[in-house]
């Protein structure tokens, strides 16, 4: 059983920084690619960004590119989103989530996830 545990969200200001972290336990972690996804209220959750199981490639959503970063720590079987020049639009629920394919690419469909953390929520003020 895989379990994901999110940690760092928290309220910022405009134009501020947040690391968010996502420990991982249950199987081999550096096998599968990790997403991360968000949910602002009453919206669809959206797609941030992916990186595949060895780190080597990330894709990041339009909205957030040259912002956030993703990044992973297959010895600490932990995933980060650096978020930088954060905006009120940023404003949501953050989860991290598991491939379901070993050794995928990394996917921005979340129908290819099959484990999720329980989120953390990220606050923007303008």
């Known amino acids: 059983q895989v379990q994901l545990v999110e940690s760092g969200g928290g309220l910022v200001q405009a134009g501020g920084s947040l690391r968010l972290s996502c420990a991982a336990s249950?199987?081999?972690?550096?096998?599968?690619?990790m997403g991360w996804f968000r949910q602002a209220p009453g919206k669809e959750r959206k797609f941030v960004a992916a990186?595949?199981?060895?780190?080597?490639?990330?894709y990041y959503a339009d909205s957030v590119k040259g912002r956030f970063t993703i990044s992973r720590d297959n010895a600490k079987r932990t995933v980060y989103l650096l978020m930088n020049s954060l905006k009120p639009e940023d404003t949501a629920v953050y989860y991290c989530a598991q491939d379901h394919r070993p050794y995928a690419y990394y996917s921005v469909h979340d129908q290819d996830y099959d484990y999720w953390g329980q989120g953390t929520q990220v606050t923007v003020s303008s």
């Open positions: 990186i595949n199981w060895s780190g080597s490639s990330t």
């Open positions: 249950g199987r081999t972690f550096s096998s599968y690619a």
